[in-house]
């Protein structure tokens, strides 16, 4: 069997990974990161930190954000379906899920395909997981739908 030697096209819409200057701090690169990628929900939950724990707030900027998601190698859109994927099989993250299901529809990817990511988890990590993240997914849907006026269709 041969392999196709055509590389796939990306969409138009899909980001590539953030491109920061070698002088910025891991800080500053994972802020404008989490700017980009989470951008309210993200902040949401570094503001929530701050009274408990900003060391572990400032550790969620530096390292996730200043750090992997800068790299080169893959898009945004990727790095963001390996999350939904990931969170989704953990089975105990909606919290994050819900973020990072906000974070896709930032970078580009449609309601359609982050459905088909969650639904694949159901063959790695069980149909609870699965249902659990596909009632994450239609909350955020419904959210961002009544707050931009759209429809909650894909």
């Known amino acids: 069997m041969t392999q196709s030697t055509k590389a796939q096209a990306q969409p138009a819409c899909a980001p590539p990974a953030p491109v920061f200057s070698p002088q910025e ?22 503001t929530a930190l ?9 550790y969620v900027i530096e390292f996730p954000f200043g750090d992997i998601y800068s790299r080169p190698g893959l898009d945004l859109r990727a790095r963001e379906i390996a999350t939904i994927a ?13 973020v990072h299901v906000e974070a896709g529809l930032n970078v580009g990817l449609s309601r359609d395909e982050i459905t088909e990511v969650i639904m694949q988890m159901a063959v ?18 419904a959210l961002r739908a009544t707050h931009s006026g759209e429809t909650t269709g894909s």
């Open 124 to 141: 790695y990590a069980g149909f609870p997981a699965a249902l659990n993240g596909l009632f994450v997914a239609k909350e955020i849907f």
């Open 86 to 98: 990931a969170l989704t099989a953990l089975g105990n993250a909606s919290p994050q899920l819900k």
């Open 50 to 58: 701050a009274d408990i724990a900003p060391d572990f707030a400032r």
């Open 25 to 46: 701090s891991r800080l500053e690169r994972g802020r404008r990161a989490l700017d980009e990628i989470d951008g309210k929900a993200g902040h949401n939950v570094i």
